[in-house]
Nanobody, 119 residues
Framework: QVQLLESGGGLVQAGGSLRLSCRTS????????MGWYRQAPGKQRELVAT???????NYVDSVKGRFTISRENAKNTVYLQMNSLKPEDTAVYYC?????????????WGQGTQVTVSA
């Protein structure tokens, strides 16, 4: 079955950095688009960044210039490099694998990894 396993979360001071990783298995990674979402306590899950199969990226405005999404197809892994972290970045971060075409529509989620940024 398809599995997404996130790692790299933790506690960091404001201004610090973390790199999240999401390793996938059970599906052909190269054929799928990837994304990172986050959900803070009491808030809805929000899209943070996406990267397509041809490495086109997109970011929510609040993380532009601070976060970088990348993928390494040889390792079936997507990354989220987070710099200049702020307390408002505190959330559970989820990895998402998705495919949306005229004939196919699916997505899969990881279990989430906690990121806590202290002031």
């Amino acid at each position: 079955q398809v599995q997404l396993l996130e790692s790299g979360g933790g506690l960091v001071q404001a201004g610090g950095s973390l790199r999240l990783s999401c390793r996938t298995s059970g599906i052909i990674f190269d054929f799928n688009d990837m994304g990172w979402y986050r959900q803070a306590p009491g808030k809805q899950r929000e899209l943070v960044a996406t990267i397509t199969t041809n490495f086109r990226t997109n970011y929510v405005d609040s993380v532009k210039g601070r976060f970088t999404i990348s993928r390494e197809n040889a390792k079936n892994t997507v990354y989220l490099q987070m710099n200049s972290l702020k307390p408002e970045d505190t959330a559970v971060y989820y990895c998402n694998l998705y495919k949306t075409t005229t004939t196919t529509d699916y997505d899969y989620w990881g279990q989430g990894t906690q990121v806590t940024v202290s002031a």
